[in-house]
């Protein structure tokens, strides 16, 4: 476990359902079983995050961070407009927690979170670095492509750590 230091960085806040594409820190907070889907490209200095809620879009446009399986796509292409390609671009992912202990799949939306996030990735061919998803326990994270795309989890139960 990573020793707790403070991040002195003003970082641009993501919301349920929001993204953010640029070289900025970025931050979001209260993920149960909302998926923190980060996207960084060290060679440019860049990276993405979005605050996704569901698995799937069911053709809905309006909101592309929401969604899973709008959401890296919408990502993928900000990430483009700085020069990045999908062979130098690597994810990693927070969240997808069972916050209510249901064990059908149905209603288990933090592990559909997960799943659909993992196909998404597999399909577009990104490789997936790191992830801390799953359990019972809420989390926040900070990333921070500038300093080499530092993310850091702080979870419910009070846990600290680096992803």
């Not at 020793?3 to 919301?15: K, L, M, Q, S, W």
């Not at 996030?117 to 500038?146: C, M, Q, T, W």
């Amino acid at each position: 476990m990573a020793e707790f230091r403070p991040i002195d960085v003003n970082a641009r806040f993501i919301g349920i359902g929001e993204y953010y594409v640029g070289g900025d820190a970025m931050t979001t907070i209260g993920l149960g079983s909302c998926i923190a889907l980060i996207l960084h490209d060290e060679r440019h200095g860049v990276g993405a995050m979005a605050h996704v809620m569901l698995p799937e879009s069911k053709g809905q446009t309006d909101r592309p961070g929401k969604y899973a399986d709008t959401a890296l796509v919408t990502l993928l292409e900000g990430l483009g407009a700085f020069g990045s390609r999908n062979g130098s671009i690597r994810a990693k992912m927070v969240g997808g927690a069972n916050m209510f202990g249901f064990n059908d799949n149905n209603l288990n939306i933090g592990e559909r979170n997960i799943e659909a996030v993992h196909n998404a990735l597999k399909e577009k061919r990104i490789f997936l670095d790191a992830e801390d998803v799953g359990g019972k326990v809420g989390r926040s994270v900070i990333y921070n492509p500038k300093a080499g795309g530092e993310i850091v989890v702080r979870r419910a139960d009070g846990v600290c750590a680096e992803l």
